[in-house]
Nanobody, 121 residues
């Protein structure tokens, strides 16, 4: 199983960025997908998740209304659209696959390598 995340970069505060995560080696549409992030010196934290069909989503309070998670099962890809970025959103962002849509790291079986998001103030 491999999850490859793309799309990180440097953006100014207030700007937007889109992340993608492509899965291979798994039956993608059987898995819930999540995005997590980890800033230096901090624990990995939940950002957003989407169920296998894409009909249900959930977000951390800190990103609700600014971030949107979506998926395209035909492309084995999950997306995270991030708008109105803040300096505190800067982190390495990880995608993950698991059996159900949960907020905890332990609920996911497979993880991508992470992509860096930097937000300048």
């Amino acid at each position: 199983v491999q999850l490859q995340a793309f799309g990180g970069g440097l953006v100014q505060a207030g700007g937007s960025l889109s992340l993608s995560c492509v899965g291979s080696g798994l039956t993608f549409d059987s898995y819930a997908m999540g995005w997590f992030r980890q800033a230096p010196g901090k624990e990995r934290e939940f950002v957003a998740a989407i169920n296998w069909s894409g009909r249900r989503t959930t977000y951390a309070d800190s990103v609700k209304g600014r971030f949107t998670i979506s998926r395209d099962n035909a492309k084995n890809t999950v997306y995270l659209r991030m708008n109105t970025l803040k300096p505190e959103d800067a982190a390495v962002y990880y995608c993950a696959a698991g059996p159900v849509m949960v907020w905890v790291v332990a609920g996911y079986d497979y993880w991508g390598q992470g992509t860096q998001v930097t937000v300048s103030s």
